[in-house]
């Protein structure tokens, strides 16, 4: 167990609809990371934010957005969906800002599925 | 273009059976490789941060070096308890001054029969 948690687990939906990932991080870590993992794709980064603060962008679609609340979780929202969004979403956390070399944890993951 | 390439896609070993996973890259200003280890439906698992050429490091049956260009991990009498895919990620420049980005391989998937 990582510490990382991720909720929901699964999430059906279907297309056009809007949803919610959730994230709390390691208690300590002050980053925290959202990739999107599909079959054929591998993990790709979509945003890290650090104590709040947005600092760096991956290749994260206009539909989707994200933010860290003070209490450090993070919200990871996608709308519009498409079924090619169907994928698992992970959440990873470190301590550091990420600026140097910072070991990123991994929670469970979201499976989201659009139908 | 930055690329992480894992090979081979997919590997099946005996038990006790030793070999090497190849992680090789192309990236300006790499700052830190990574390997993972995945299990089915689950998160990636740490194993090994690697920061320069010539740097080794050692877990249990696990062994990563780090060259210039690629990151081997190497098994060593590997068990049936070692099958998973591994995650090769670097941690890179970004396109603009103080940013940086992650990019990780599509991995080695490893089966270890007994």
């Known amino acids: 167990d990582s510490g990382v948690t991720q909720t929901p687990k699964h999430l059906i939906t279907a297309t056009g609809q809007r949803v919610t990932l959730r994230c709390s991080p390691r208690s300590g870590d002050l980053s925290v990371y959202w990739y999107q993992q599909s079959l054929d794709q591998g993990l790709q980064f979509l945003i890290h934010?650090?104590?709040?603060?947005?600092?760096a962008k991956g290749n994260i679609l206009e539909r989707f957005s994200a933010q860290q609340f003070p209490d450090l979780h993070s919200e990871l929202n996608l709308s519009s969906l498409e079924l090619g969004d169907s994928a698992l979403y992970f959440c990873?956390?470190?301590?550091?800002?990420?600026?140097?070399?910072?070991?990123?944890?991994f929670g469970p993951g979201t499976r989201l599925t659009v139908l | 273009e930055d690329q992480v390439t894992q090979s081979p896609e997919a590997l099946r070993l005996q038990e006790g059976e030793s070999s090497s996973l190849n992680c090789s890259y192309t990236v300006s200003g790499l700052r830190g490789l990574f390997w993972y280890r995945q299990d089915p439906g689950k998160g990636p698992e740490f194993l090994f941060t690697l920061y320069s050429a010539g740097e080794e490091k050692e877990k249990e049956r696990l062994k990563a070096t780090l060259t210039k260009k690629e990151s081997f991990l190497h098994i060593t009498a590997p068990k049936p308890e070692d099958s998973a895919t591994y995650l090769c990620?670097?941690?890179?420049?970004?396109?603009?001054?103080?940013?940086?980005?992650?990019?990780f391989g599509t991995g080695t998937r490893l089966k270890v029969l007994a």
């Open positions: 990620a670097v941690q890179a420049l970004g396109e603009n001054s103080g940013t940086y980005k992650y990019i």
């Open positions: 934010y650090y104590n709040g603060e947005e600092r």
């Open positions: 990873a956390s470190s301590v550091g800002d990420g600026r140097g070399v910072d070991t990123q944890y």
